[in-house]
């Protein structure tokens, strides 16, 4: 599947049509179930979706995504279609009302195909916690697509969709668009809308887009931001021209080049192609400063109290009574729910549950749960303090290449190791985007940009001069 500006050219030249588009998405995915990138097609859907679109087109007043097939996370309710968060707590929930993100885009007449596996719950960094299977990635299928968002991330780089949703609570965009060699970006919270997307952890979750290129995710940006007044967390802030922001050149842009990013855990060759990506930024204009986040090692610990925390209060509602997953024959009230939620939830789940409760009983609230979210305060300052002197800040999305399936499923504090440079942003509520850089062992490397809260514009632009200058971004896996 071709870029959004390649498709968008080709329907308002009549070359092809929303509805040739949308059959040939959905066979591309029934062919690449081998990814196990979906946990529903609705191919019906589909169609009269493209049915509108077309005729949209031909009236000559069609949006820019106007007949552009892509995927929803499956964490976003679909009035009439299954949303189960990749758990079989959810297995039967057919949501009465749309995701405010699925009522924007279907605004616009982009057609959606189905909806993408994931992280159980948006919990996990590798997508192999779904109930439904582990994704596999494009690029080495013994490989994880990175998690949470790895089912919308195999199908924009398998090239089955143009563009997918996702969703950015630690990392869950950036990271899989940085195993899997495609464009991820995560706004500012608060710049999209929460409301219909099934909460994991609210004050970090963020929904955000999986595309080819950075044009693309403005596009996709462009549609789905904007105050909502039904979500509490939706800012009240005009909408940039993000589209026409990515014509910027990067001339006296400065880039903080973040030491504490480059540290032992990342690999050889993801440093290596993350520096060579910063002397191209150079080349282009930008100056590099070295930097230092000197409380950055506090993120992950700050990040796994709070996170499961907030997930041991959002997921208390699944409890077998008012929907959901109910066990069969209760013996009693404390039956139903211990074997409703026993049996609904995954490992992962059940692990985040307990730490999050533990975290804020009684006697152990200051010494974790309060002396993390003071961590969080340190961590946005270093992040505003930086930003004093620079304009974005960058480093590798990840330390490593695509690790194995099931190489790092027995050890959770190596999964969660994972996430080292990428849950900072969200504890200080930024903006950021992972963008491909270079091959390491080859497979894709993810080079993260991180601006100032509602500088999304600054990143896209900054990232789009990249991806002019470089052809990593047009790298395909080998079907």
């Known amino acids: 599947m071709a870029s959004i500006a390649h498709l968008a050219q080709e329907l308002r030249a009549r070359k092809t049509t929303a509805a040739e588009l949308a059959r040939t998405a959905l066979t591309a995915a029934r062919s690449r179930a081998d990814l196990n990138a979906f946990v529903t097609l609705d191919e019906q859907a589909a169609l009269d979706a493209a049915a509108r679109a077309d005729a949209a087109l031909a009236a000559g007043n069609a949006a820019a995504l106007?007949?552009?097939?892509?995927?929803?996370?499956?964490?976003?309710?679909?009035?009439?279609?299954?949303?189960?968060?990749?758990?079989?707590?959810?297995?039967?929930?057919?949501?009465?009302?749309?995701?405010?993100?699925?009522?924007?885009?279907?605004?616009?007449?982009?057609?959606?195909?189905?909806?993408?596996?994931?992280?159980?719950?948006?919990?996990?960094?590798?997508?192999?916690?779904?109930?439904?299977?582990?994704?596999?990635?494009?690029?080495?299928?013994?490989?994880?697509?990175?998690?949470?968002?790895?089912?919308?991330?195999?199908?924009?780089?398998?090239?089955?969709?143009?563009?997918?949703?996702?969703?950015?609570t630690g990392g869950s965009v950036r990271q899989p668009a940085a195993f899997c060699g495609i464009t991820g970006l995560k706004p500012t919270y608060g710049r999209v809308s929460r409301l219909g997307m099934i909460a994991y952890a609210s004050s970090l979750d963020c929904a955000g887009v999986l595309a080819r290129t950075a044009v693309d995710c403005a596009q996709v940006l462009a549609a789905m931001a904007g105050h909502d007044a039904r979500d509490a967390t939706s800012v009240e802030r005009a909408v940039d021209d993000y589209v026409g922001a990515v014509s910027t050149t990067l001339q006296g842009l400065k880039i903080g080049v973040v030491r504490?990013?480059?540290?032992?855990?990342?690999?050889?060759?993801?440093?290596?192609?993350?520096?060579?990506?910063?002397?191209?930024?150079?080349?282009?204009?930008?100056?590099?400063?070295?930097?230092?986040?000197?409380?950055?090692?506090?993120?992950?610990?700050?990040?796994?109290?709070?996170?499961?925390?907030?997930?041991?209060?959002?997921?208390?509602?699944?409890?077998?009574?008012?929907?959901?997953?109910?066990?069969?024959?209760?013996?009693?009230?404390?039956?139903?729910?211990?074997?409703?939620?026993?049996?609904?939830?995954?490992?992962?789940?059940?692990?985040?549950i307990l730490v999050g409760t533990y975290a804020l009983s009684a006697g152990y609230y200051d010494a974790y749960y309060l002396r993390a979210q003071r961590a969080r305060r340190v961590i946005a300052d270093d992040f505003a303090a930086a930003f004093e002197a620079v304009d974005l800040i960058a480093g590798p999305t990840a330390?490593?290449?695509?690790f194995r399936l099931g190489e790092k499923t027995s050890d959770p504090l190596a999964m969660y190791a994972a996430d080292v440079n990428t849950v900072a942003v969200n504890l200080a509520g930024l903006p950021a985007i992972s963008v491909p850089a270079g091959l390491s062992e080859g497979l894709p490397v993810g080079l993260q940009l991180i601006a100032p809260a509602f500088a999304e514009a600054r990143l896209l632009g900054a990232a789009h001069q990249f991806q002019c200058a470089t052809d990593w971004h047009a790298r395909q896996p080998r079907a």
């Open 260 to 352: 504490e990013y480059f540290g032992a855990g990342v690999d050889e060759g993801v440093g290596a192609a993350v520096h060579a990506a910063l002397r191209e930024f150079e080349r282009l204009g930008a100056k590099l400063v070295d930097i230092c986040l000197p409380h950055a090692p506090l993120a992950i610990p700050a990040y796994y109290v709070i996170a499961p925390a907030e997930a041991s209060s959002n997921l208390a509602r699944y409890d077998g009574v008012r929907y959901g997953h109910r066990c069969a024959d209760p013996q009693s009230l404390e039956d139903l729910y211990t074997r409703s939620r026993g049996e609904g939830f995954g490992a992962e789940v059940k692990r985040r």
């Open 66 to 168: 106007a007949g552009i097939p892509f995927a929803h996370k499956d964490i976003f309710c679909t009035n009439g279609i299954r949303t189960t968060c990749a758990s079989r707590m959810l297995g039967n929930f057919v949501p009465p009302f749309d995701a405010t993100v699925v009522e924007r885009l279907a605004a616009t007449h982009a057609v959606c195909i189905g909806k993408a596996n994931m992280d159980e719950f948006a919990m996990g960094s590798s997508n192999e916690n779904s109930f439904y299977g582990a994704v596999r990635n494009p690029w080495d299928e013994t490989r994880v697509p990175g998690g949470s968002s790895g089912g919308s991330a195999a199908a924009v780089a398998a090239g089955i969709v143009a563009f997918a949703t996702g969703t950015d």
């Open 399 to 402: 330390p490593s290449v695509a």
